[in-house]
């Protein structure tokens, strides 16, 4: 009975590779026909650095406000979101092909300089009293960290069992290279939360925006837009979120420059 389990196991590892390697090979001969193309439309380096010196803008952002900015102004939504999606980042630009070592190092200096703006926003409420709101807050972040982790352990059996099933569509989904069992997948959804918390923060008022943070965001939504094409694997998901980014965050700043430099 070990035997067979054993057996089953590796067959179903087999069967993921295998998918996995078909996909990543179709990526790299589309990639390889896009690399035979000249022009900064189709160099893969280009975008790539392009868009981590807009992820570093994005930190340098977090950074600015952390010096020029009050705790007041700090949106607790959007920068919890960052945590998430700078975290799960840092790991795509560190496997994806090419590697990213630029766009890594920016995402986790982007984790602890969006950790240092939430501490800052939670002590300010602490400060005015506002300890339920503070502790409903600890809860949401024990929340998602407690998902995460469980994700993170208990994934790849999940992913085993599917495809093993041979459930059709449904396995060869699970077993993708950019499937939602891999970070392909879900740093793409952590920027589509990122568009979400724009969205939420739509009515917000001016003067609470953050030139230099939605500034980095509108550049970032539009280098990747490309980037994600030219990736291995290819990342529509990550094209798409990067669409939906550059509109929500562009609406923002350019309410914010009406607003300073044109009204007044």
């Known amino acids: ?137 600890v809860k949401k972040g024990a929340a998602v960290i407690a998902t995460g982790g469980a994700c993170v352990a208990f994934g790849p059996m999940v992913q085993s069992a599917i495809v093993a099933a041979n459930l059709g569509g449904v396995s060869n989904v699970a077993g993708a290279a950019a499937g939602p069992f891999t970070v392909h997948f879900w740093a793409p959804m952590s920027k589509w939360l990122i568009s979400g918390a724009s969205f939420l923060d739509f009515d917000r008022p001016t003067e609470l925006v953050s030139l230099p943070q939605y500034t980095a965001l509108t550049a970032t939504g539009f280098f990747f837009t490309r980037y994600a094409l030219l990736v291995v694997p290819v990342n529509y998901l990550l094209c798409s979120v990067n669409i939906a980014l550059f509109g929500s965050s562009f609406y923002h700043l350019s309410r914010k420059i009406k607003a300073d430099y044109i009204d007044n």
């Open 1 to 137: 009975m070990l035997g067979a389990n054993s057996f089953l196991r590796n067959a179903t590892r087999r069967c993921i590779t295998q998918a996995q390697h078909r996909k990543l090979s179709n990526d790299a001969s589309s990639k390889a026909k896009e690399e035979g193309k000249k022009g900064i439309f189709y160099d893969v380096h280009f975008w790539a650095n392009a868009g981590a010196i807009a992820g570093w803008g994005m930190s340098g952002a977090a950074i600015y406000d952390a010096v020029m900015s009050g705790p007041e102004n700090i949106s607790l939504n959007m920068t919890g979101v960052l945590l998430v999606y700078s975290s799960l980042f840092a790991r795509w630009a560190w496997i994806v092909q090419p590697r990213n070592t630029l766009l890594a190092a920016c995402h986790m200096t982007n984790v602890v300089a969006q950790g240092n703006q939430m501490f800052r926003a939670i002590q300010h409420k602490k400060d005015q009293g506002k300890d339920e709101e503070v502790t409903e807050i």
